[in-house]
T-cell receptor
Framework: TQLLEQSPQFLSIQEGENLTVYCNSS?????LQWYRQEPGEGPVLLVT?????EVKKLKRLTFQFGDARKDSSLHITAAQPGDTGLYLC???????????????FGSGTQLTVLP | ETGVTQSPTHLIKTRGQQVTLRCSSQ?????VSWYQQALGQGPQFIFQ???????GRGNFPPRFSGLQFPNYSSELNVNALELDDSALYLC????????????FGPGTRLLVL
C-alpha cells in the first residue's frame, strides 16, 4: 500500500503547455519534498515545504503544501523539453523504530515534454 | 563542496552471494540514509545511520545491514542475495538526523541473477 499517491503516473505534453502533478495522502507529514530524477541517476532535490498552505516558486515551477499537510502539488508553467524526467514527492516522517526522520516516497510521475 | 558519492555504479551478483555498497556523505553532513528503488517505483527507506549507530529502520529483513564510519561515510551490506534485491540502491545524506531534507547520490545499480 502506497502511503503517498501521485497522479498522474504518466504525462506527455507539448512544449509551452502548463501541467500540474498531485501528491496525496491520508497521513500528515512534517515536511514535503519534491525531487526530479533522470534515468539511472539519483533524485535531485527541487524544494522542501514545511508549513501548511506554504507556496514556493522556483522559476517556472510552483509548489504548494496543503493546509492540513497531507497533500501537495507541483505546477509547471510553459513546460520545456528540459523539464522531462521523473518527478517524485516525498513526505517526512519519524521512524517508529528510532529517532530517524525518513522520507516516504510516492511512485512518481513520468513527465515527457515534446518539442 | 563535494556532493554524495556512491560506489560502485553497477554490480552484477548471483543469488545467494553477498554485496557491499559504499557511500560518502556530502561535506558537513553527519547522517546517512539508504533507500532501495525498484524499477518503476519510488525509493523505499532501508535504514539510517547517525553517529555510527543505526538510527531507524524500514521494513527490510536483517540480511540488510550497514555501517557508518567516523568520517560519516557508510556501507550497505546485503547477505544471501535474492532476485528481488535487484534495484537501484540510493544513499542520501542530511545535515543532522533531525533534518528531513536529504541529498541523494547517483546510486548503485545491482542486478542479481
Amino acid at each position: 500500500t502506497q502511503l503517498l499517491e501521485q497522479s498522474p503516473q504518466f504525462l506527455s505534453i507539448q512544449e509551452g503547455e502548463n501541467l500540474t502533478v498531485y501528491c496525496n495522502s491520508s497521513s500528515v507529514f512534517s515536511s514535503l519534498q519534491w525531487y526530479r530524477q533522470e534515468p539511472g541517476e539519483g533524485p535531485v532535490l527541487l524544494v522542501t515545504v514545511v508549513t501548511g498552505g506554504e507556496v514556493k516558486k522556483l522559476k517556472r515551477l510552483t509548489f504548494q503544501f496543503g493546509d492540513a499537510r497531507k497533500d501537495s502539488s507541483l505546477h509547471i508553467t510553459a513546460a520545456q523539453p528540459g523539464d522531462t524526467g521523473l518527478y517524485l514527492c516525498a513526505g517526512g516522517l519519524q521512524v517508529w523504530s528510532g529517532s530517524a526522520r525518513q522520507l516516504t516516497f510516492g511512485s512518481g510521475t513520468q513527465l515527457t515534454v515534446l518539442p | 563542496e563535494t556532493g554524495v558519492t556512491q560506489s560502485p555504479t553497477h554490480l552484477i551478483k548471483t543469488r545467494g552471494q553477498q554485496v557491499t555498497l559504499r557511500c560518502s556523505s556530502q561535506s558537513g553532513h553527519n547522517t546517512v540514509s539508504w533507500y532501495q528503488q525498484a524499477l518503476g517505483q519510488g525509493p523505499q527507506f532501508i535504514f539510517q545511520y547517525y553517529r555510527e549507530e543505526e538510527n531507524g529502520r524500514g521494513n527490510f529483513p536483517p540480511r540488510f545491514s550497514g555501517l557508518q564510519f567516523p568520517n560519516y561515510s557508510s556501507e550497505l551490506n546485503v547477505n544471501a542475495l535474492e532476485l528481488d534485491d535487484s534495484a537501484l540502491y540510493l544513499c542520501a545524506s542530511s545535515l543532522d538526523h533531525s533534518r528531513e531534507t536529504q541529498y541523494f547520490g547517483p546510486g548503485t545499480r545491482l542486478l542479481v541473477l
